[in-house]
T-cell receptor, first 115, second 111 residues
Framework: EAGVAQSPRYKIIEKRQSVAFWCNPI?????LYWYQQILGQGPKLLIQ????????DSQLPKDRFSAERLKGVDSTLKIQPAKLEDSAVYLC?????????????FGPGTRLTVL | GDSVTQMEGPVTLSEEAFLTINCTYT??????LFWYVQYPGEGLQLLLK?????DKGSNKGFEATYRKETTSFHLEKGSVQVSDSAVYFC??????????FGGGTRLMVKP
């Protein structure tokens, strides 16, 4: 089966600009996650969706980050305006239905560089 | 809050050497424990997991045992190959189903 797709793979922007990342989860997966992975660190969860509803966004910097999953399939993560410290790899993951038991499958990530 | 601590890398080994990557955790309750692997240019992949104390997870020659008394989940492999070169992440999932990752350990295996 096809894996989690993300685009773009790389993005370079200047600070204060806006940027958006797209994720297409594995077909049939109800749960979708966005993670931020700063160089040399492990991934940190930003937001979790169950279908098109938000389950957990407690670590999402809501003054500049937003995410949506309008039809319960694809998702978009936006940063507006970007700061230097937002340079990181943004990972999307999905799981079938039950977050307590189902394996999370990760996409290849989008590497963001903010200059 | 929950946290995971891994040994810092890089770990450099010769082919067929024995591998141990240490992982300890802090959590309330009884988390599930995981090892993920990230090969160059690829996404994170689940390597193995254990859901309760004394469980042993294993896959592709790697194994790790959930040790509640020492709050550890060390990754081991008896004979590493060049193809095992990657970054390895230890993680836990708490009752709220959030994954918390360690900082990762880079393994480099030389022929």
């Amino acid at each position: 089966e096809a894996g989690v797709a993300q685009s773009p793979r790389y993005k370079i922007i200047e600070k204060r600009q806006s940027v958006a990342f797209w994720c297409n989860p594995i077909s049939g997966h109800a749960t979708l996650y966005w993670y931020q992975q700063i160089l040399g660190q492990g991934p940190k969860l930003l937001i979790q969706f169950q279908n098109n509803g938000v389950v957990d966004d407690s670590q999402l910097p809501k003054d500049r980050f937003s995410a949506e999953r309008l039809k319960g399939v694809d998702s978009t993560l936006k940063i507006q305006p970007a700061k230097l410290e937002d340079s990181a790899v943004y990972l999307c993951a999905s799981s079938f239905r039950d977050p307590s038991t189902d394996t999370q499958y990760f996409g290849p990530g989008t590497r963001l560089t903010v200059l | 809050g929950d946290s995971v601590t891994q040994m810092e890398g890089p770990v450099t080994l010769s082919e067929e050497a024995f591998l141990t990557i240490n992982c300890t955790y802090t959590a309330t309750g009884y988390p599930s424990l995981f090892w993920y692997v990230q090969y160059p240019g690829e996404g994170l992949q689940l390597l193995l997991k254990a859901t309760k104390a004394d469980d042993k997870g294993s896959n592709k020659g790697f194994e790790a045992t959930y040790r509640k008394e020492t709050t550890s989940f060390h990754l081991e492999k008896g004979s590493v190959q060049v193809s095992d070169s990657a970054v390895y992440f230890c993680a836990l999932k708490d009752a709220g189903n959030m994954l918390t990752f360690g900082g990762g350990t880079r393994l480099m295996v030389k022929p």
